[in-house]
Nanobody, 121 residues
Framework: VQLQASGGGLVQAGGSLRLSCAPSGIIFSISAMRWYRQTAGKERDLVAA???????DYAGSVKGRFTISRDSAKNTVYLQMNSLKPEDTAVYYC????????????????WGQGTLVTVSS
């Protein structure tokens, strides 16, 4: 099972984009869901996270501009990005913790393939 991220694209500074991420199959017992971003030559940084209970956390650089949400029935996570800045340009990756089967003894990390967000000045 892989995660499929979508919604990236080219937008002018000040604009908005909404990213979506859904699994290609079934992931059981999903707990935390997250969005990361990465630029060339740099590490992948955590942008936003949401727990199974709906608690959220954000990187300081996006707080107040980005909103993470989830649809637990669809196992889908979203990232609403407003007031975009050129420094938000990156490949965005989704990540969830879950189980491959209902009887799986441990949680696994599932990753999406990334979606490119480009913000022009």
């Amino acid at each position: 099972v892989q995660l499929q991220a979508s919604g990236g694209g080219l937008v002018q500074a000040g604009g908005s984009l909404r990213l979506s991420c859904a699994p290609s199959g079934i992931i059981f017992s999903i707990s935390a869901m997250r969005w990361y971003r990465q630029t060339a030559g740099k590490e992948r940084d955590l942008v936003a996270a949401i727990t199974s209970g709906g608690s959220t956390d954000y990187a300081g650089s996006v707080k107040g501009r980005f909103t993470i949400s989830r649809d637990s029935a669809k196992n889908t996570v979203y990232l609403q990005m407003n007031s975009l800045k050129p420094e938000d340009t990156a490949v965005y990756y989704c990540n969830v913790d879950g189980k491959r089967t209902p009887w799986d003894a441990r949680m696994h990390a599932f990753w999406g393939q990334g979606t490119l967000v480009t913000v022009s000045s």
